[in-house]
């Protein structure tokens, strides 16, 4: 049976090219490989004491101190940073004015002096003494210097200063999640702390971890302004190091690889909690593009 159908008007569908990519991509991975070519090659380094001190045990217990800071200070950031969104979205004007002069004050300086601050703060105040104004009733005293040592003065700058910035990251992320639903749960009878707890935040979470990854990520290499008060984090022991041996460029090289190994790392868990916070929602990273076509005809 012939087929007497005319198709001299159907369309046809040819996918488009795109040579300015290929060409592009084609200079930057040049570029890239002559870059790490000339590192490479540059007589000035020496190898083989980057080798030498890659796992040597001073670098090894840096990474250590630099991880556990990192995951203490955004513990401590993360929990301050939601009671001061939640404080800066309360109707009442004093917890609003309050949340709101934190943040601006620790965004407004520079971490690295806040650094300073709590690591030389036994200068302003030689004796700390924690108790009841106007009483003689004390629960602690002691030295600054013996109760804020260096690390834990690292720890409260870091822990403050993030939080101010994760503030704004969780505030978005509440104000992204629909206001209907909070209506509904109040009319269900449900309490505000209950309806922030189980409905907003957990929704909210699509939101906020993402930028919160970067946060992370932030705060790692962050912790290496903890030289400048004696923390002994992974920079420092590099520090350390190159200051004995002369070897500043090898050392450099050596801190480097492990945090971008850290950081690297780092980057699975925050991709496993966006997809699963993730679900139910269509990402366009999270699935391939649709291809261009042109459009003609036979």
């Known amino acids: 049976m012939v087929d007497s159908t005319d198709h001299s008007d159907d369309v046809v569908a040819v996918p488009l090219r795109h040579p300015a990519r290929w060409i592009f991509g084609g200079v930057a991975a040049l570029l890239l490989l002559s870059f790490i070519y000339a590192v490479a090659s ?8 980057v080798g030498k001190f890659l ?49 601006e004050f620790f965004r407004g300086t520079p971490l690295l002096l806040q650094i ?3 690591g030389y703060l036994g200068i302003i105040f030689p004796q700390l003494v924690l108790g009841v104004p106007y ?6 005293s002691g030295d600054t210097s013996d109760l804020i040592p260096a690390l834990v003065a690292g720890i409260i700058a870091l ?7 994760s503030a704004e990251i969780v505030r978005a992320g509440i104000l992204a999640v629909d206001g209907g639903q909070v209506e ?37 290499k962050n912790t290496s302004l903890l030289q400048l008060i004696a923390v002994a984090e992974l920079y420092t022991a590099a520090s350390t190091i190159s200051s004995a041996n002369l070897a500043q460029i090898e050392l450099l090289i050596v801190s480097g690889f492990w945090y971008l190994v850290m950081t690297t790392v780092l980057g699975f868990p925050q991709r496993a909690l966006e997809k699963r916070y993730g679900r139910g929602f269509e990402s366009v990273g999270g699935r391939a593009a649709p291809r261009a076509f042109k459009v003609g005809r036979r």
């Open 55 to 103: 796992f040597d045990h001073r670098i090894i217990e840096g990474m250590g101190v630099t991880l556990f800071v990192t995951v203490v200070c955004m513990s401590f950031g993360t929990i301050l940073a939601t009671l001061l969104a939640i404080m800066k979205l309360s109707q009442n004007p004093i917890q609003r004015w309050l949340a709101t002069g934190f943040i």
């Open 116 to 118: 300073v601050f709590w």
């Open 159 to 165: 822990s403050l200063n993030e939080a101010a910035y």
């Open 184 to 220: 509904a749960a109040k009319s269900l009878g449900m309490s505000s702390s209950y309806t922030m707890r189980k409905i907003v935040l957990p929704q909210a979470m699509r939101v906020i971890i993402p930028p919160m990854g970067n946060e992370f990520i932030g705060m790692l």
């Open 42 to 49: 540059a007589k000035s380094i020496q190898y083989e004491l």
């Open 135 to 140: 009483t003689d009733i004390v629960f602690l």
